[in-house]
């Protein structure tokens, strides 16, 4: 059973960068799949933030292109986020999920979500 | 910017039959756009429902079905029961590697 599980500071400064990452357990990051982040701000709704495949390639929120870096660390089956120049607006819980593929096409747009992790909240005040 | 819309609220007495929608600002879903479904409930992760616009994820009751109608995708829940009282969210495929949520139903059943 794949596991997710978000690790990270749940304070941020202003201006400062937000980091995350998220461990997988019960699924090697190397077998496949893109591993993507999602958020959600306190009552609000779900907001995709990118995705990344194990080799390093990635998919980004387009409004989100210039603050969003993702990477991933095979030797360690983790993946992180990095937000720069946060503000009030990125306080939100974030979520790791695994970004699958359906097993019966191979078209980029069919992949979905899958297995979340549990979210973290992050707030950013000073 | 198409903007991913769906119905603020809906609400449905136990036992019946709600249809949800996922349709866009401009134009319309087909099944190029491999609409997804997840339901979450209150300080909850999202649990994966429907992918592939019909495809029902593992463990996910036969009561839960998608589909494309008219314009928009669907998301119909049959037999509703109290435990289907959540928040719903479409995700669509908007091109060139961008996936964009729903806004969210909140689904009542009472």
């Not at chain 1, 496949?32 to 390639?57: A, F, M, V």
């Given at each position: 059973?794949?596991?997710?599980?978000?690790?990270?500071?749940?304070?941020?400064?202003?201006?400062?960068?937000?980091?995350?990452?998220?461990?997988?357990?019960?699924?090697?990051?190397?077998?496949?799949?893109?591993?993507?982040?999602?958020?959600?701000?306190?009552?609000?709704?779900?907001?995709?933030?990118?995705?990344?495949?194990y080799?390093?390639?990635?998919?980004?929120?387009?409004?989100?292109?210039?603050?969003?870096?993702?990477?991933?660390?095979?030797?360690?089956?983790?993946?992180?986020?990095?937000?720069?120049?946060?503000?009030?607006?990125?306080?939100?819980v974030y979520?790791?999920?695994a970004?699958?593929?359906?097993?019966?096409?191979?078209?980029?747009?069919?992949?979905?979500?899958?297995?979340?992790?549990?979210?973290?909240?992050?707030?950013?005040?000073? | 910017?198409?903007?991913v819309?769906?119905?603020?609220?809906?609400?449905?007495?136990?036992?019946?039959?709600?249809?949800?929608?996922?349709?866009?600002?401009?134009?319309?879903?087909?099944?190029?756009?491999y609409?997804?479904?997840?339901?979450?409930?209150?300080?909850?992760?999202?649990?994966?429902?429907?992918?592939?616009?019909?495809?029902?994820?593992?463990?996910?009751?036969?009561?839960?079905?998608?589909?494309?109608?008219g314009?928009?995708?669907?998301l119909?829940?049959?037999?509703?029961?109290?435990?289907?009282?959540?928040?719903y969210?479409?995700?669509l495929?908007?091109?060139?590697?961008?996936?964009?949520?729903?806004?969210?139903?909140?689904?009542?059943?009472?």
């Amino acid at each position: 059973q794949v596991q997710l599980q978000e690790s990270g500071p749940g304070l941020v400064k202003p201006s400062e960068t937000l980091s995350l990452t998220c461990a997988v357990s019960g699924f090697s990051i190397s077998s496949g799949s893109y591993w993507g982040w999602i958020r959600q701000p306190p009552g609000k709704g779900l907001e995709w933030l990118g995705s990344i495949y194990y080799s390093g390639n990635t998919h980004i929120n387009p409004s989100l292109k210039s603050r969003v870096t993702l990477s991933v660390d095979t030797s360690e089956n983790q993946f992180s986020l990095k937000l720069t120049s946060v503000t009030a607006a990125d306080t939100a819980v974030y979520f790791c999920a695994a970004h699958r593929r359906p097993e019966s096409t191979i078209a980029v747009a069919a992949y979905y979500f899958d297995d979340w992790g549990q979210g973290s909240l992050v707030t950013v005040s000073s | 910017q198409t903007v991913v819309t769906q119905e603020p609220s809906f609400s449905v007495a136990p036992g019946g039959t709600v249809t949800l929608t996922c349709g866009l600002s401009s134009g319309s879903v087909s099944a190029r756009y491999y609409p997804s479904w997840y339901q979450q409930t209150p300080g909850q992760a999202p649990r994966t429902l429907i992918y592939n616009i019909n495809t029902r994820s593992s463990g996910v009751s036969d009561r839960f079905s998608g589909s494309i109608l008219g314009n928009k995708a669907a998301l119909t829940i049959t037999g509703a029961q109290a435990d289907d009282d959540s928040d719903y969210y479409c995700v669509l495929y908007m091109g060139s590697g961008n996936w964009v949520f729903g806004g969210g139903t909140k689904l009542t059943v009472l």
